[in-house]
């Protein structure tokens, strides 16, 4: 429904707007000029943080690296048999590992600039690729996209986007393109070609059909969580401003649940027979 008003709101927006000059044409033609029909008032609202449809998850693990090793084996059979596709299969490999990487959405994906990559000063072990900046974040109703910037965690994704970057990048890019991910036909990829590519690779592989692109999202914070890292670095990670958000997307296994439970009896038992014994 929400999608629907928007997409009448944005109509509306568009033949009410001056620049135009519509509502002088349907003045002068019609006796009556168009307005904006859709309000906050009687618009449907974002009432919760999550409103995914329940078969919508995390990757455990082993589906994440199936479905990486997957992609990389498309890249080396399409160029073995001297297919021009390679490159392109190449860069979307490369886009889904990255994706994964900075629990990035499609357009913010998308959008990056090979400018948006920047150096870590506490971490040069990644050396230029150790922070992402993100300049096309999701943005607060009538807000401008949000930015953020995010911290490299592994060093296989430092190895990776250099290996884009410095090696093919330059094969399909159109000279003076900063897109990070240029397009074969195109100066940047589009949001249907992502979306096919994951979904073609998915199905081949027999993965659930609930894992979608937004779940390498709610991967990225369920591993990072079962890896033992703090919430709130997760959190300042995710750019989310509470808590609470960033619980929405873990999605913990439950041998995760019982080896923490397990930890947290451990501790208690031990803390308290090492405690002192009461003397009269």
């Not at 889904?96 to 072990?125: Q, W």
């Amino acid at each position: 429904m929400r999608s629907y008003q928007d997409a009448l709101r944005s109509f509306c927006r568009y033949v009410v707007d001056p620049a135009y000059g519509w509502s002088a044409i349907c003045e002068q033609r019609f006796g009556t000029h168009p307005i904006q029909v859709v309000h906050e008032w009687n618009a449907a609202v974002h009432v919760q943080e999550a409103e995914s449809r329940p078969e919508k998850r995390a990757f455990t693990v082993d589906e994440l690296q199936d479905f990486f090793d997957y992609a990389d084996e498309q890249v080396t059979m399409a160029r073995d048999r001297g297919r021009k596709g390679w490159l392109p299969a190449f860069r979307d490999a490369t886009l889904f590992k990255i994706a994964y990487s900075y629990r990035l959405r499609r357009n913010e994906t998308r959008m990056l600039d090979v400018t948006d990559l920047g150096r870590n000063p506490h971490g040069n072990e990644f050396g230029d690729y150790g922070l992402l900046h993100v300049r096309y974040g999701k943005a607060k109703k009538g807000s401008a996209p949000k930015r953020r910037s995010v911290v490299t965690v592994w060093t296989w994704t430092a190895e990776i986007m250099d290996e884009w970057v410095t090696e093919f990048r330059p094969l399909l890019a159109v000279p003076g393109t900063s897109a990070l991910w240029p397009s074969e036909r195109g100066v940047r990829i589009g949001l249907q070609r992502i979306n096919s590519r994951f979904a073609t690779y998915r199905d081949a592989l027999g993965l659930d059909p609930g894992l979608d692109f937004h779940g390498l999202r709610r991967s990225y914070v369920t591993h990072l969580i079962e890896a033992g890292r703090d919430p709130l670095f997760v959190q300042f990670q995710c750019g989310h401003e509470h808590a609470s958000t960033t619980s929405l997307y873990t999605c913990v296994s439950s041998d995760f649940r019982t080896r923490t439970l397990r930890r947290a009896l451990d501790e208690t038992l031990a803390a308290a027979l090492e405690a002192p014994r009461r003397t009269r």
